[in-house]
C-alpha cells in the first residue's frame, strides 16, 4: 500500500527550531514531487512547501521564505521540512503529500500548491509554536 507518514512535531518556543520528516513506504519516492501543508485551528489547509523529483526545483509560500527548508533524501524514501526561525502563526497540523498524476506528462514530478494536485496524504504530526 502506498503511504506517507509524518513525524517531527512538538511543541516549541517562537525563533526555535523543528525538523519534519515524511517517509514514504509502498512507491518509490524520487518520481514524485511532494508537497508540505498545514492547517491551524478553524484555518483552511494551505501548502507550505513543495520540492520537485531530484530536487530540480522548490517552492515556499512568502510567510515562511528564508525560515524553512525543504530537502529530500530519496535514498532513504523521506522529505524533510527544516523550520526555523518559528513564529506562532506556524502552529498547525503539518502534513506531507505526493502529486497526483495528470494528463499533463509527468506533471507528478513537478511541484503544485493547492490540495487537489496532491493524492496521497500523510495522518499529519502537530506543530506547536507558543511561549
Known amino acids: 500500500q502506498q503511504q506517507l507518514v509524518e513525524s517531527g512535531g512538538g511543541l516549541e518556543q517562537p525563533g526555535r527550531s523543528l525538523r519534519l520528516s515524511c517517509v514514504a513506504s509502498?512507491?518509490?519516492?524520487?518520481?514524485?514531487?511532494i508537497g508540505w501543508f498545514r492547517q491551524g485551528p478553524g484555518k483552511e489547509r494551505e501548502g507550505v512547501s513543495c520540492i520537485a523529483s531530484a530536487g530540480i526545483s522548490d517552492t515556499y509560500i512568502d510567510s515562511v521564505k528564508g525560515r524553512f527548508t525543504i530537502s529530500r533524501d530519496d535514498a532513504k524514501n523521506t522529505v524533510y521540512l527544516e523550520m526555523n526561525n518559528l513564529k506562532p502563526e506556524d502552529t498547525g497540523v503539518y502534513y506531507c503529500?505526493?502529486?497526483?498524476?495528470?494528463?499533463?506528462?509527468?506533471?507528478?514530478?513537478?511541484?503544485?500548491?493547492?490540495?487537489?494536485?496532491?493524492?496521497?496524504w500523510g495522518q499529519g504530526t502537530q506543530v506547536t509554536v507558543s511561549s
Open positions: 509502498g512507491f518509490t519516492l524520487r518520481m514524485f514531487g
Open positions: 503529500a505526493r502529486r497526483r498524476a495528470t494528463g499533463v506528462y509527468m506533471a507528478h514530478r513537478f511541484c503544485a500548491q493547492d490540495v487537489g494536485s496532491y493524492d496521497i
